[in-house]
T-cell receptor, first 114, second 114 residues
Framework: AQSVTQPDIHITVSEGASLELRCNYSYGATPYLFWYVQSPGQGLQLLLKYFSGDTLVQGIKGFEAEFKRSQSSFNLRKPSVHWSDAAEYFCAVGGVRGNEKLTFGTGTRLTIIP | GAVVSQHPSRVICKSGTSVKIECRSLDFQATTMFWYRQFPKKSLMLMATSNEGSKATYEQGVEKDKFLINHASLTLSTLTVTSAHPEDSSFYIC??????????FGPGTRLTVL
């Protein structure tokens, strides 16, 4: 069975500081991995995705993530956070086709302090 | 990018009544739509997968008779919460895919049952 673990429930970072959100997955085959961001009361916005190829993927809003198969990880990073990055972040794993279900992690809430 | 809408964005209903939530893919034909439920400060839990023209596939523990899903066309899926009770209050999010590598999420519907 597929699963996603986000070990950090809540992270607080100073504005301008770097950020890394952790994600570990379990999947029986080649995983498709995603990071989504959700603002309060809103739907999910895709930040980036990994399907194959270069293990360092670039996303929107200056985010990037690195796929490490040996560690079953797909950590999200940003070199310098902005106050507008405060939100809930979800890592998800799915199959090779879009019509296969996604399994989400429990999310990490990011708070930005001035 | 592909756009998915949900209607209504918020709904308040009395206990015992039924509520219908619509999910539409605005600029593509969705072969598959997914319905998720999100409790406060929790992750998204997949409720069911619906393919156009066929019966929905429900996840374990989701009551089929309570959460009726219809995917009558390639651009519309509906979730009807029948005989709603306060414990059904939640944030419901749909996603849609054309079968490629990505699901596109709607903005969500906040259901409050009094």
């Amino acid at each position: 069975a597929q699963s996603v673990t986000q070990p950090d429930i809540h992270i607080t970072v100073s504005e301008g500081a770097s950020l890394e959100l952790r994600c570990n997955y379990s999947y029986g085959a080649t995983p498709y991995l995603f990071w989504y961001v959700q603002s309060p009361g809103q739907g999910l916005q895709l930040l980036l995705k990994y399907f194959s190829g270069d293990t360092l993927v670039q996303g929107i809003k200056g985010f990037e993530a690195e796929f490490k198969r040996s560690q079953s990880s797909f950590n999200l990073r940003k070199p310098s956070v902005h106050w507008s990055d405060a939100a809930e972040y979800f890592c998800a794993v799915g199959g090779v086709r879009g019509n296969e279900k996604l399994t989400f992690g429990t999310g990490t809430r990011l708070t930005i302090i001035p | 990018g592909a756009v998915v809408s949900q209607h209504p964005s918020r709904v308040i209903c009395k206990s015992g009544t039924s509520v219908k939530i619509e999910c539409r893919s605005l600029d593509f034909q969705a072969t598959t739509m997914f319905w998720y439920r999100q409790f406060p400060k929790k992750s998204l839990m997949l409720m069911a997968t619906s393919n156009e023209g066929s019966k929905a596939t429900y996840e374990q523990g989701v009551e089929k008779d309570k959460f009726l899903i219809n995917h009558a066309s390639l651009t519309l899926s509906t979730l009807t919460v029948t005989s709603a009770h306060p414990e059904d209050s939640s944030f419901y999010i749909c996603s849609a895919t054309a079968g490629y590598n990505e699901q596109f999420f709607g903005p969500g519907t906040r259901l409050t049952v009094l």
